[in-house]
């Protein structure tokens, strides 16, 4: 995972998606990292081929563009469901500072097309993901979820 990540993982994680050969697409982290602090992204896109096609788009405007298509309402809801599931893993009894924010630690808005193309693949309900997905012509089929590890 450090290869893929381009690091070490600073916490916790589990690989949800892969590619049909078993390759990891995309891990599932844990809110909160090893040394306590929190992780507003609970989808992290690990794959290589992806991410560097996203980051593509984001360059080329891809984040100014989603935010101009995606509803206003549609997207403020992915954000709350999103948060939703993260914090609903933060342990009983946590008092330390906990995670924020929606999509990749966003509270409105888009902020970066890879947490929403995570989560979208992972089986999220997230507009920003499906109109990322579409505009990279990326075929879902490519990819399956694996809770298992779960």
């Given at each position: ?129 499906r109109w990322t997905v579409g505009e990279l012509?990326?075929?879902?089929s490519e990819f399956v979820i694996d809770r298992?590890?779960?």
């Amino acid at each position: 995972m450090a290869r893929l990540l381009g690091r070490s993982p600073a916490g916790e994680f589990t690989v949800v998606v892969r590619r049909h050969d078993g390759t990891p697409a995309v891990i599932e982290n844990e809110p909160l990292l090893d040394d306590g602090r929190p992780m507003p992204t609970l989808f992290w896109l690990v794959d290589a081929e992806v991410r560097d096609a996203v980051s593509r788009l984001e360059a080329a405007g891809g984040v100014r563009r989603a935010e101009a298509v995606a509803d206003r309402d549609t997207l403020a809801a992915a954000h709350a469901r999103y948060a939703a599931a993260r914090d609903r893993r933060i342990p009983a009894g946590h008092s330390g500072p906990r995670p924020s924010g929606g999509v990749g630690g966003t509270r409105q808005g888009v902020k970066c097309l890879h947490a929403h193309v995570a989560w979208y693949l992972a089986g999220g309900d997230d507009p920003v993901g499906r109109w990322t997905v579409g505009e990279l012509g990326l075929d879902v089929s490519e990819f399956v979820i694996d809770r298992t590890d779960s």
